[in-house]
């Protein structure tokens, strides 16, 4: 189950559920020790995960000035979370048969010997039915599947390569392919430079994250609420008209809050010739409508391939006329 051939393997949401849950709030804890000992960045990127080849990691941790500089990076093959700093030194916390708490009290301990000082403001889950309940007293939550957390890995790597081939043909401000341990979902936003008023109702975090305009391109494995693997786009704030625009054929649009997000189900991706292709089209649909009611210069902020040197772009293979 580990090695599947297929280009976009399945994964049901219910099949993983359990392990979901846990692995959430795994990454939440951790995406708590970024938030508490990062660099801060706009729109959070500091606190975001980045994809690896075994799994998913931190950016580099610490104060400019004094304190080590160390990684958490999740494993999926080895199945550990690794945290190491720059003095050559690591701790290694097993994920399978443990719970919520006893990984919090583990990567607290872990840090503690690394010589990482770090107490976190809220170490409660985001955004999730328990977020009453202190990570500390999760003893709920203790499902790790090994085989299903590697094949959430692969998924997660290929629709992750997606992503980077469609942030390829954006020159303009964009942020890391990144995995948000709030959400527990894979994206990248594109942005234009006009700032965004929000209401002094909003919160902190919404502000940060929305406080310029953005589309956003990404995946998600499902929730309660959509219980299937997704891949989504939408505009932020959304342009009048965006929802009347059409899309491919097997996305579609869907109320979301006050507005709207675009869906193509995963497995209804996989089902298609080209994947790869399908998934390209979707997400550059809803930026080319997006851009387009939102007044971007979406010609001048093109690129091919990722160049944007105009010697070197007037230089590339062309397709045959």
Request: charged share 25%; aromatic share 12%.
């Amino acid at each position: 189950m580990t090695d599947s051939p297929e280009l976009l393997p399945a994964l049901p949401y219910e099949s993983w559920r359990p392990t979901k849950e846990t692995l959430h709030r795994f990454t939440q804890i951790v995406g708590k020790v970024a938030l508490a000992t990062g660099i801060r960045r706009n729109h959070w990127w500091h606190i975001t995960y980045r994809l690896t080849a075994r799994g998913m990691t931190t950016v580099p941790l610490g104060a400019a000035r004094g304190g080590p500089v160390f990684t958490c990076a999740f494993d999926f093959f080895d199945h550990v979370l690794r945290i190491a700093n720059d003095r050559g030194t690591e701790v290694e916390i097993e994920l399978p048969d443990r719970s919520v708490a006893s990984f919090y009290q583990a990567v607290m301990d872990g840090l503690a010997e690394l010589g990482v000082d770090v107490v976190l403001a809220h170490p409660h889950p985001f955004d999730l039915p328990d977020v009453g309940r202190p990570f500390a007293d999760d003893t709920e939550h203790a499902h790790y599947d090994p085989d299903l957390a590697r094949r959430a890995h692969i998924v997660l790597g290929r629709v992750g390569r997606i992503l980077e081939e469609f942030s390829a043909g954006y020159s303009g401000k964009i942020s890391p392919v990144q995995f948000f341990w709030h959400s527990f979902d894979l994206a990248v936003q594109r942005f234009s430079d006009r700032h965004i008023e929000l209401p002094a109702t909003v919160d902190s975090v919404t502000r940060e994250a929305y406080s310029r305009e953005e589309i956003s391109a990404g995946f998600w494995f499902g929730d309660a609420k959509v219980p299937a693997p997704t891949l989504y786009s939408y505009v932020a704030p959304e342009p009048e008209g965006l929802a009347l625009r059409s899309l491919p054929d097997g996305a579609r649009w869907v109320d979301v809050g006050s507005g709207h997000s675009a869906y193509y189900d995963y497995d209804d991706l996989r089902r298609t010739d080209d994947p790869v292709g399908a998934a390209l089209e979707f997400y550059q649909s809803v930026y080319a409508s997006g851009s387009e009611l939102a007044g971007w210069d979406a010609a001048g902020l093109a690129c091919w391939g990722g160049i944007t040197d105009p010697v070197l772009e007037r230089e590339r293979p062309r397709s045959p006329e």
